[in-house]
């Protein structure tokens, strides 16, 4: 019989998301993500996670994935090799829901926590309200990281 059949242990699944443009199943279970095929219902990929995640979220471009769980952490991680590229600690509860947006420059977390964080996918990059801090005023050493950005 066909159908995604995978064995997950006594692993709940946390998640399933079908990408439906890029025809994947992104799977949730235990401190794993795994992908699927959905035309021939491969195992794609399966990425281990220092947390148990909740959910997962592929962009379109299929290079890169973000998740979030019960360590309050969101990350971003490479398909090809599994290495998170990114992380951020910006929630005060566990993540619970992460999304893409249908253009991928942002994905939006959900927390136990009550908030919802907007993130950008390419930091620094000028995007709807997202602008860069005018640091021209700054005499100081110090200067905002990559990350801080201001709504305008």
Known sequence: S?????EYGDQAINSMVLKDDVKVV???????????????????RTHNLPCVVNSASLHLDQRYFVCGGEDMYVYKVSIETGRVLESYKKHFGPVHCIRYSPDGELYASGSEDGTIRLWQNCVGKTYGLWQRPDLSNVHNNCSPSNHDFVMS
């Open 2 to 6: 066909s159908g995604i059949n995978a």
């Open 26 to 44: 992104t799977v949730t279970y235990g401190n794993n993500v795994a992908l699927y095929d959905v035309t021939t219902f491969d195992l794609l």
